[in-house]
């Protein structure tokens, strides 16, 4: 099974509307980090969480880190054609920072 | 500060040839990560570089390594190629003090027919 879930595997939704995609660890978070990849580019990093309970914003994103359940969601509020892509976690779970295990990605489509 | 800058973009090799992929770090940042993406495996860790010298190693074969030079620039080879290289290769560096973020490059298109 895959160390990290990301769900839902695809996401549909209108333009304005909030959504929420969710990453989940079966091992202990060190660190988890929110990728946005355009297909068949590179990574753009989003934000970083480490400790439980941690909440951070970035214009229209917001993400959290639930440690006890090993889970972080993402949240999107008004969503614009934009923020389409794949979304990626990126999870430390060796404790050594340097070595990221990914979830296979959520792709967001936004309808205008 | 100039991004992570990955060369070349695209690349086309015939199985059993060597290719070499190399890769510049954000100006200051000492740690090289390189990752392999394939629709099927999703995005797997290769290894990690810092300071001219290979830190963390993921479970690739024999066939994928690679270096670092002092100037932080990394370069990742494969020899031996195989159908199954075919991916996009990305690099990430991160500035090794603390707990930090990677940033990642536009990465190489490799395809191996």
């Known amino acids: 099974s895959q160390e990290l879930e990301q769900s839902p595997q695809s996401l549909i939704v209108q333009e304005g509307k909030n959504l929420t995609i969710n990453c989940t660890s079966s091992k202990t978070l060190y660190g988890l980090y929110w990728y946005k990849q355009k297909y068949g580019e590179g990574l753009i990093f989003l934000m970083m969480l480490q400790k439980g309970g941690e909440e951070k914003s970035h214009e229209k994103i917001t993400a959290k880190l639930d440690e006890k359940k090993q889970q972080s969601s993402l949240h999107i509020t008004a969503s614009q054609p934009s923020h389409a892509g794949i979304y990626l976690c990126?999870?430390?779970?060796?404790?050594?920072?340097?070595?990221?295990?990914f979830g296979k990605g959520i792709t967001l489509s936004v309808r205008p | 500060k100039a991004g992570v800058t990955q060369t070349p973009r695209y690349l086309i090799k015939t199985r059993g040839q060597q290719v070499t992929l190399s890769c510049s770090p954000i100006?200051?940042?000492?740690?090289v990560s390189w990752y392999q993406q394939t629709p099927g495996q999703g995005l797997q860790f290769l290894f990690e570089y810092f300071s001219e010298t290979q830190r963390n190693k993921g479970n690739f074969p024999g066939r994928f390594s690679g270096r670092q030079f002092s100037n932080s620039r990394s370069e990742m080879n494969v020899s031996t190629l195989e159908l199954g290289d075919s991916a996009l290769y990305l690099c990430?560096?991160?500035?090794?003090?603390?707990?930090?973020?990677?940033?990642f490059g536009p990465g190489t298109r490799l395809l191996v027919l």
């Open positions: 990126g999870a430390d779970v060796t404790g050594a920072n340097s070595k990221l295990t």
């Open positions: 990430a560096s991160r500035d090794a003090r603390g707990l930090v973020a990677q940033y």
């Open positions: 100006s200051g940042h000492r740690s």
